[in-house]
């Protein structure tokens, strides 16, 4: 079945970077988008952006441009997030999913999340 | 962008009961609305897409309706695994935003 393994959490000092991992497996990686979501404070939930990994072509929500990099490697289905400069806001639980199988940006699969702390 | 308001933020529902969460977006969305289901502890699931369209696997006592900025879940005969945080997403315009969620809970 579809699988989503993300990386470990992390715990980075302010004014760091994290790049995270998901690993995904049971589908074919290049034909769907992975997107990534931001759930902070263990409730709300914000669509960061997302990359196709056929292409490597990328849209993002305009308040994390400048903050977060997606990258794939396609030879291991890995998709990549990277956060620049981090601050106590992004302290919060990331997730990959794969997007527009039942929908556009819908997400029908979710990794089980990474926990990024920042914290000095 | 498009503010996506859930009501109630809170429920309290006994097993069996039929319980509506609400989903109310700032402009009209045709139908591009979505509904995820996140167990304590677990990651959000999908059950609800294109406002009525039940996701594989999902029971049946899961129904979504409504159409333009109004839109609706509804869990018929509440079980205790429904015990969860309920979330609309609209996927109509960029950025693809959320509601603050429902947390359902047991009488």
């Known amino acids: 079945q579809v699988k989503l393994l993300q990386s470990g959490a992390a715990l980075v000092k302010p004014g760091a970077s994290v790049k995270m991992s998901c690993k995904a497996s049971g589908y074919t990686f290049t034909d769907y988008w992975v997107s990534w979501v931001k759930q902070s404070h263990g409730k709300s939930l914000e669509w960061i952006g997302e990359?196709?990994?056929?292409?490597?072509?990328?849209n993002f929500n305009e308040k994390f441009k400048g903050k977060a990099t997606l990258t794939v490697d396609k030879s291991t289905s890995t998709a990549y997030m990277e956060l620049s400069r981090l601050t106590s806001e992004d302290s919060a639980i990331y997730y990959c999913t794969r997007s527009g199988v039942r929908a556009p940006y819908v997400m029908d699969a979710w990794g089980q999340g990474a926990s990024v702390t920042v914290s000095s | 962008d498009i503010q996506m308001t859930q009501s109630p933020a809170s429920l309290s529902a006994s097993l069996g009961e039929t319980v509506t969460i609400e989903c109310l977006a700032s402009e009209d969305i045709y139908s591009n609305l979505a509904w995820y289901q996140q167990k304590p502890g677990k990651s959000p699931q999908l059950l609800i897409y294109y406002a009525n369209s039940l996701n594989d696997g999902v029971p049946s006592r899961f129904s979504g309706s409504g159409s333009g900025t109004q839109y609706s879940l509804k869990i018929n005969s509440l079980q205790s695994e429904d015990v969860s945080i309920y979330f609309c997403?609209?996927?109509?315009?960029?950025?693809?935003?959320f509601g603050a969620g429902t947390k359902l809970e047991l009488k």
């Open positions: 990359i196709y990994p056929n292409s490597g072509a990328t």
């Open positions: 997403q609209q996927n109509y315009d960029s950025p693809y935003t």
